[in-house]
Every structure is written in C-alpha cells, then in structure tokens.
C-alpha cells in the first residue's frame, strides 16, 4: 500500500510538469516545525537557483497551484502557504488523514509493505553476527546491549519483508577451553559439572595460569603449560579432550538459550569459533599461495591499508611466527563459512565499537582474499558501552563483573515491589510474571532507547519509572487502552469517520501514517532508538489526548467513533513497534 507521501508525491509530479517546474524536485518532506506545517515543499531553493529567480517568487507561484493539488478526489491540503525564505508549508485535509487512517486499520501490515518502502537494490537476505558470548562463562552486562540491538534489527528486517540469519558466534574455541578442562581434571569433576560449576572453575583456571602479582597470587607454569597442551590436543580432535569440551559446550548452550530466552533474544545458529577450526590452515596456506597474505617478522600479514583511510591501517596478521592463528582468521575464516553456506546479500555485525579496527581488516582482508561470491555490504553496527553512574563500566556490589542473570533479578524484583507499593489491583493474575515483563522491558526499552554507537549511564530506578521515555510507560499506555476497550465492550473498531477533529487527533492521526517512514529511517540508519523516540511521543501525545477527553463518559456517538479509532491506531502501531523491539506486553500493570 502506498502512503499518503507517495501518493502526493505522485500527483506533484503531475502538476509540477503542468506547470514547466523540474518534477525531479516534486516530493514534499515532514515539516521540522511541526507548529507550523505538517509538510513542506522544501525544493524551491533549487528551482529558483535554476530558473534564476527570487526563491520566495518561486514558493509563491509554487503554492498557486499546489493548493489545488487532489489525491483520489480529495483536496490534499487546507492550508498551502508561501514562506520566507524560500518554502511552502502545507496542512494535510483531515477528509485525506481519516482515509488514511482508515487503509492503515484496516491493512494486516499497518500499511507497511517493505516492496513499498525499501530501495530495489535492497539486500534480499541480511546475516547479522550478535550476541558474541563465551563458552563456559556466564552472560554479563556487556553481553546485554548487543543481544537487544541484534534482535530488534533482526526483527526490523522481517518485518520488512528481509529474509535474516541470526548466528550468535560464540567464543567456544582456543586457551580457554584448555584451561577449563584441565582445571576440571584437577577438581575431579570430568563426571559431573553443572553450568554454575563452570562459572566459578573458569576465573580459577584463568588466575592459577596467570597469577596475580598485586595480591601476590603466583603463576602456575605448569598448568599453563597442561592448559596449553590441552588446547593443542583438543584443536586436533584428541581424546578425551575432545570429548570433555562437547559437554562444556552442550552445558554452556543449553543454559544460554535459557538466558537469552528471558530477553526474547533467539538464534538461529549457535556456530563458533570451532566450527571453522579445520578451515582456517588451509585457507591461511591458500593466501599465502596466491601472494595475499606475505612474511613479516616471521608471521603472515595482508595490508588492508587504503588510499582513502584518514588513520593508520594496520596489516592484518592471519598466523604468528609460532604457526598458531588469531581471532582475525577465526573471523576470516567464519566469512568463508557463511559465503560458502549463506550467501546472504548483507553482513550487519553488531560488536562493541572497541572492535571497529579488528572488523575493518577482517572485512577488508575476506575481499582482498577473493572470499566473497559478490560485491557484500559489511556493517559494523558499533555499540557502546552501558556505564555505572560514575561514567565507568557497571560493575557488581563486590567490584566484580555484573551478571546479566543478576540484572534482570533486580529489574524484576524492583518492579515487583512497584507494584506492591502502588497498591495494582491484579487480583487473580501472576504478579510475578507482570514483575519479569516490566522489569525486562525497563532494562530492553532503558538500552533501546539510545542510540546504539552511545554509551549511556545504567540507571535502574529511572529506566522503571512509569513515567517519561521508559519501557514501563510505554507498556502502561497500551494497559490503558485495552482497559478503556474493555470498560467500553469494543471488539470491533469501525474505521469510519463523520467528524472533524481537533489538534491533538490530528497531530496523532499524522503521527500514526508516518510510521512506515519511521521504519524506514531505523532500517537504513541500523538504530532502534529512532522506534523508541517515535512510540515515546506517539504515547505521549495519547496520553494528552486521555487526560483531554472523556472517552468512556462522551455521548456524541460520532466523537466516540473519533476517539475509539485514537485508540485503536495507537495500540495497533505501539504493539508492532515493540514486537520488533521484542518486548512483551502485560495484561494489566
């Protein structure tokens, strides 16, 4: 379905060539004073520049015609105005707006229709690298922000009509899984460990290998040297090795749905960084063969550098003078993977913006390689860092790394007592699970609602208020219209409108048809957060609306009409919106 810019869009053209104006320059934009206008016609500086004219003679011949533009037989505009310096502002007619309002209720997709809206050379199939966990290693805060943006750009995507592939691309390879399994050996655990046990026998492993001179913890050289065996053996398929690390990673990707499974955060393949350990050699050998990758200093480089880079470019080095590989050719060597078994059109990795050098060369060295099949779009998604409040990364009461699993405990339970204290009546529902949903919405909208490239200060107690731009505030105004459908016995919204309106309807009915245009924006920017501000205010401004209007109590049936479609366009959009932002929505609150 075409929206109601496209529309008018088109008949601009119409009349732009009507009357010897370029049609190149038809199209009219959201007006950025929304006080003023709802649109504009903001291209008369450019047409002035070429006929050689005053640009207010331009927006003034401009608005002559304009005002009588129709769409579908209707007179687009009520208000068509010429304004210094150079613009014309345009009112939409409120007969236009209910038609509008009225195809995007009664459209299963809300009038959004990806084929509409995206370019035709947008990528058919979109592979997006997020989550980045570690085996045997409990989920912490950090793993938060890249999980939600991950899957409400996966989400956005579908929703789109984009075919995705989701791979959380673990860390399930290398020292650390040596150390694990021989500190397991040492603790006589080989049997029986559970994924708590692992969380604890990993940092011990890791401080017996490395000590700790500054709490006088000495270095154990002869378990780092069994860890590093261990690693040896298991990279070549030993046993029991072998066999030890297929547990640990059965263990640590059983409990990692369960956590992800909180956030509504799923994959569709949990590869890592072993599922490319027999690809890498070959490959390496293979770039060397064919003179990309060359020696220095007895390691294997690729110069990545390019004529237009601003800022030093490192080589990329693919194997260390001892023979062994990095995480650059796990990486590389992961491309290879997914172009031989994917072909995806687009790669969208979503990654801690301290990896930005790490993902350039290895981007740059797949194609210098030949690895890719076609031209790709490689997109580093890069995400910030979620801060304490003293601007530092959020750690635990002891110092120590935040578990994402204690994180959510604490959203949920302070939401819990919210709704003790504020006395909700939820007679007969699960409390407890009304607590998960707003807790978890608190932390997923608190992250969301940020640009993702911005680190930003974690503040709980702000991100559960049930008021201003939080989750909880956005969930409570849907709780408010499905109260005010209830009270009213509405199971079906008619979407015929026979009255006028006034500024706040308007300004939500205005709102509600640029949502596509909102996605739009979301999709080609990679940020969420542009969903977030737009459900905030659309809201907001129902929340004016509520407090500005008896709905219930209102006895002019065709103003009832009026308000019920407020409320059902709001509820339709907001719900949408936070399916993609994969946030769930409670019963009452």
Not at 441 to 457: E, F, M, Q, V
């Amino acid at each position: 379905m075409k929206s109601i810019i496209s529309k008018i869009n088109n008949e601009l053209k119409k009349i732009f060539s009507e009357h010897g104006f370029d049609e190149n320059h038809a199209f009219i934009s959201i007006s950025n004073r929304p006080e003023l206008a709802d649109y504009q016609i903001n291209s008369c500086f450019n047409i002035a520049k070429a006929l050689k004219k005053n640009p207010v003679e331009v927006a003034t011949e401009m608005a002559g015609f304009v005002r009588d533009l129709k769409v579908e037989g209707i007179n687009a505009f009520t208000k068509c105005e010429a304004c210094p310096p150079g613009f014309v502002n345009l009112k939409l007619n409120d007969e236009l707006l209910f038609l509008s309002v009225e195809e995007v209720l009664n459209d299963d997709k809300l009038g959004i229709d990806g084929k509409e809206i995206l370019p035709s050379d947008a990528p058919k199939c979109i592979l997006l690298d997020y989550g980045g966990a570690n085996v045997a290693k409990p989920l912490h805060v950090g793993h938060l922000r890249v999980a939600v943006i991950g899957e409400a750009l996966k989400r956005l995507y579908n929703r789109l009509g984009i075919k995705t592939i989701g791979d959380v691309h673990l860390g399930d390879f290398g020292l650390q899984m040596g150390l694990v399994i021989e500190q397991l050996k040492d603790d006589n655990m080989l049997d029986s460990f559970t994924i708590s046990d692992l969380e604890i026998i990993y940092p011990k492993a890791s401080l017996r290998a490395k000590g700790d001179k500054n709490n006088g913890i000495e270095s154990d050289t002869e378990f780092d040297a069994r860890a590093h065996e261990a690693t040896k053996k298991l990279q070549n398929d030993v046993e029991p090795e072998t066999s030890i690390w297929k547990k640990i990673l059965k263990i640590s990707i059983d409990d990692l749905k369960i956590r992800y499974g909180e956030l509504n955060v799923f994959f569709d393949y949990y590869y890592g960084e072993s599922t490319v350990k027999d690809i890498m050699g070959p490959m390496v050998d293979e770039m060397i063969k064919k003179r990309i990758a060359y020696e220095s200093e007895g390691a294997y480089v690729i110069d990545v550098k390019e004529d237009t880079d601003k800022k030093e470019m490192p080589p990329c080095i693919v194997r260390k003078s001892d023979g062994a590989v990095l995480y650059a050719t796990s990486d590389i060597a992961t491309i290879k993977f997914r172009e031989e078994n994917f072909d995806a059109d687009e790669y969208v990795y979503i990654v801690d913006k301290r990896q930005n050098l790490h993902l350039t060369q290895c981007f740059r060295a797949s194609k210098k390689a030949g690895l890719l099949k076609r031209d790709k779009i490689f997109h580093h998604v890069e995400v910030g860092t979620m801060n304490g409040s003293d601007g530092r990364a959020l750690k635990s009461r002891d110092g120590g790394v935040f578990k994402l699993e204690t994180l959510i405990k604490d959203a949920k339970d302070k939401a819990l007592n919210q709704l003790k204290a504020n006395e909700r009546d939820l007679k007969g529902l699960d409390e407890n699970d009304i607590a998960k949903k707003i807790g978890i919405a608190a932390l997923k909208y608190g992250d969301l609602s940020n640009s993702p490239t911005r680190d930003y200060i974690f503040d709980l107690e702000k991100f559960l208020s049930f008021q201003g731009n939080t989750g909880p505030y956005i969930l409570y105004t849907l709780v408010r219209i499905k109260s005010i459908f209830e009270k009213l016995g509405v199971n079906k919204v008619d979407t015929k409108l026979n009255t006028d309106c006034d500024e706040i309807v308007h300004k939500i009915f205005l709102k509600s048809i640029k949502y596509g245009d909102i996605l739009f924006d979301a999709y080609k920017n990679y940020d969420t957060s542009i969903i977030c501000k737009y459900i905030y205010e659309l809201s907001d401004d129902f929340n004016s609306f509520y407090h500005e209007h008896s709905i219930i109590n209102e006895t002019d049936e065709n103003k009832k009409a009026l308000y019920i479609v407020v409320c059902n366009i709001v509820d339709k959009i907001v719900r949408d919106a936070l399916s993609i932002l994969a946030i769930e929505i409670p019963d009452k609150m």
